[in-house]
């Protein structure tokens, strides 16, 4: 018999809607996508560069297991840079993408039945993460008239002696909301171990995002290069952590990983350093991107009432349409061809609601509201 | 307070030896190194070209969780040219580097508190893998004498109720020798799911090598591109399990890694149809250096009882010159300036021995016994 834990789980309902919507096209069907969590750009060509460079010169034998000192150095001068923080090369560890990263994250902090705080919506992952590793998810509600922000009184009532870890994420996926600077420095004061995951920095388009560093040393970041310059197929992250957690993590990435491909973290140097307009023009093009969105969802009758300002998802009530998320996303790809992320993939809360992700560009965003728009109109 | 887990999981010793003699270089002081697990060759040109030209053309992408199905493909061919056994690339979920494979394999296989058996001496991680994940292992001593074959009779008497897979390396790490059909089959009659690594095939000198799928198909085959190819910093490898367990380790993958590196996984297309001649010359290469490193070795007076015939690993007894293999092996380093891996980093039975690699040119290799000659005439 398979073990409990890899029965229970979950998969992501956003892969079946892509494995659906992959299926369509082979029929010859063509599906507009709304759906996907990956940039459609390139990464920029100073990171293409570098990459390439490296393997020509031979930089690709296993590097020191917390990664190569130089991309830990840039990635120290960066959070110095933007957010004025102070970390030290030795307190980063470097992986593969962000995900392996809560592998390395949640089996230091917690043992069996230990309480983790995270919002209710969330990505999936973050809630399978903690129950694989032993956890037990506390969900927050947080809501729309709020603008998806952490209710810090309501924080305080969950959280109990059993609580060893808030899992903050913003700009939230499959919001887009980004966490204020009190409403962040007021998690920072609870004194709870904070896991911020800070994956979609970079990609904020009205005012700027906070680093958890900013309001506490109690944390631990997780950072990475797949969405803001969009390296999705590099797989390369990065956790920021303090000092005590260093060598036990170090432990469990010289076991289970290694390290990190070498000359991938060539490739992230030079992100860090020279891919600085690249992103500027990505993140130019996804607000343009996110503004015909926005105003094409409002034009089909869609309420939105927060400012989804980060990443590359809106998150909007879809009751109205149909109450099943999972059910409403299947005809909406059936009959409009058109692939959305049921809300229910990203727990109880989302039930109602679907996510528009904008990671595609505007003829395909204006083609995709043009196919909803005859497809509410039918109903 | 940091999990139990994470403070209990052990480090390599290797690492320790490596960093003292990286500290010593840093000092200046020329170190001949026996003590690394990697090739010393680049990977072959049609493995850089292929990565280069996928970067190029965009191949920068998530891939299936599986991985490309191409590549899947390519192994499960592999498979059937060099064994004869037949896979479907269904059964095949690729991995960055083999490590984090056996976190999506005891994930799967292992309950709290199940049995694993595994030889003494093993790869240090294989006895980590287990127990971080909730195992308890059940350590087969293996001896010189018998060319550290498994012991079947020893076997049976050691498996109980609780055992739920039994752990096979051949060539095996740190000794080099590999498992001869017969024991192979005598391991698969058991009934006990099998967990076999062959990460070092392809590098097998007199005779050839076996996969355990040759005996039963009741096992899980984990094997990679690090070390036949030299592409450690890579980090590719896969695992070919049973279909019943392919779902379950697909979610994990999932959540824990997304997929695999997009153009390493073309690397490793290009690896298997094209590589096939730079696999070839590297393993007569390391052939050459393996018999000057054995007679180099006998000429200083260790003996040598068995075949070491695969990987590029000689284990030999140590204790005529100190006991305590730890202190032995820095003592090497501080006075003979030569790197080797003690023995007590792949178990109790390892102790009283030492590691030579031999993945590295013959000049390293001649300079490295002539240093050690001086030393033990020291003695």
Redesign the interface.
């Known amino acids: 018999m398979?073990?409990?834990?890899?029965?229970k789980?979950?998969?992501?309902i956003a892969?079946d809607i892509l494995e659906a919507s992959h299926a369509m096209s082979r029929r010859g069907i063509d599906v507009v996508s709304f759906s996907l969590g990956?940039p459609d750009f390139?990464?920029p060509a100073c990171v293409?560069e570098a990459?390439?460079k490296a393997?020509?010169n031979?930089?690709?034998?296993?590097?020191h297991?917390q990664g190569s000192y130089v991309l830990r150095e840039e990635i120290a001068r960066h959070y110095q840079t933007k957010y004025g923080v102070t970390i030290s090369p030795d307190q980063i560890i470097i992986t593969?993408?962000t995900?392996?990263a809560?592998?390395l994250i949640f089996?230091?902090?917690?043992?069996k039945g230990d309480g983790v705080v995270l919002p209710n919506p969330h990505y999936p992952?973050d809630a399978?993460?903690v129950e694989?590793l032993g956890g037990k998810n506390q969900f927050l509600k947080v809501h729309e008239e709020d603008d998806y922000q952490w209710d810090l009184k309501a924080l305080k009532k969950i959280i109990t002696k059993k609580t060893k870890a808030l899992f903050v994420t913003s700009p939230s996926n499959p919001t887009g909301s980004v966490l204020t600077a009190d409403v962040l420095k007021g998690i920072a004061k609870t004194k709870i171990p904070i896991v911020s995951d800070e994956i979609y920095h970079g990609l904020v388009y009205e005012g700027s995002e906070h680093t958890m560093l900013e309001f506490t040393n109690n944390c631990i970041v997780v950072g990475g290069f797949s969405k803001s310059y969009a390296?999705?197929?590099?797989?390369l992250g990065y956790l920021i952590a303090p000092p005590?957690?260093i060598r036990?993590?170090?432990?469990?990435q010289?076991?289970?990983?290694?390290?990190?491909?070498?000359?991938?973290q060539e490739a992230g140097i030079a992100a860090l350093r020279e891919g600085g307009f690249a992103l500027a023009n990505m993140r130019a093009e996804y607000n343009k991107r996110r503004l015909v969105m926005m105003q094409g969802l409002r034009d089909l009758g869609f309420k939105i009432n927060y400012n989804p300002n980060g990443a590359f998802y809106i998150f909007v009530k879809s009751s109205h349409l149909r109450k099943n998320s999972y059910k409403l996303a299947f005809d909406i790809l059936e009959n409009a061809h058109v692939g959305v992320t049921p809300g229910i993939d990203f727990g109880s809360e989302g039930e109602g609601h679907l996510r528009f992700s904008y990671a595609t560009s505007i003829p395909v965003i204006e083609e995709g509201l043009k196919r909803l728009k005859a497809y509410i109109s039918s109903l």
């Open positions: 398979p073990s409990q834990r890899s029965q789980i979950k998969s992501f892969m990956e390139q990464a293409q990459c390439i393997i020509q031979g930089t690709t034998k296993y590097t297991s593969q993408g995900s392996p809560f592998f089996s230091t902090l917690l043992e992952c399978n993460f694989f390296m999705t197929g590099y797989r005590k957690y036990l993590m170090q432990k469990i010289q076991n289970f990983f290694i390290s990190a491909n070498s000359f991938v």
